[in-house]
């Protein structure tokens, strides 16, 4: 299996964690259904915590976000997350969050920039780098890691 899939992935799981997701799954085993073809697929669950809609615009648009940069740390890309085809899904989904939030296009490409500069910084600080990598390495271990799991492996850098 491909590391970078495997840091992809761990960057959507560890962000929506840290934002009070529940993860139900998270996988790096290719998915050959009848849609697009994904390398990965992180399975989300939102609580219902009386967010308001904004609030979960902002929240998905960091998940979305949080693999290219957690791909991009550990591969040490410098590359904008809107310009590689591999991450036109997030991209798409993140933009598509944050036209709730900003109509204005050159704004809302702004807005992405920023949050993806955010998530870069917060990523790559300890202890988040090492639930991150954590989470990567037990993917690469067992291609499919259930929630229970992830919790487990992220409770021993983030408890």
Not at 121 to 150: F, K, V
Request: glycine content about 6%; cysteine-free.
């Amino acid at each position: 299996m491909d590391e970078l899939t495997a840091y992809h992935e761990a960057g959507h799981v560890l962000v929506a964690l840290l934002l009070g997701a529940e993860i139900h799954s998270a996988t790096i085993d290719p998915d050959r259904d009848d849609g697009p073809e994904r390398h990965g697929d992180t399975q989300i669950v939102w609580r219902n915590d009386g967010s308001s809609p904004r609030e979960m615009a902002e929240r998905a648009v960091q998940v979305a976000l949080a693999g290219p940069v957690a791909e991009r740390l550990y591969g040490g890309e410098p590359f904008h997350p809107g310009f590689v085809a591999e991450w036109a899904d997030d991209w798409r989904l993140a933009w598509d969050a944050a036209a709730t939030l900003i109509a204005d296009e050159r704004r809302r490409v702004q807005f992405l920039e920023q949050t993806t500069l955010l998530l870069h910084h917060r990523l790559d600080q300890e202890p988040h780098w090492s639930a991150l990598a954590a989470l990567a390495d037990n993917l690469l271990a067992h291609e499919t890691l259930e929630g229970e799991q992830i919790e487990e492996i992220v409770g021993e850098w983030l408890s």
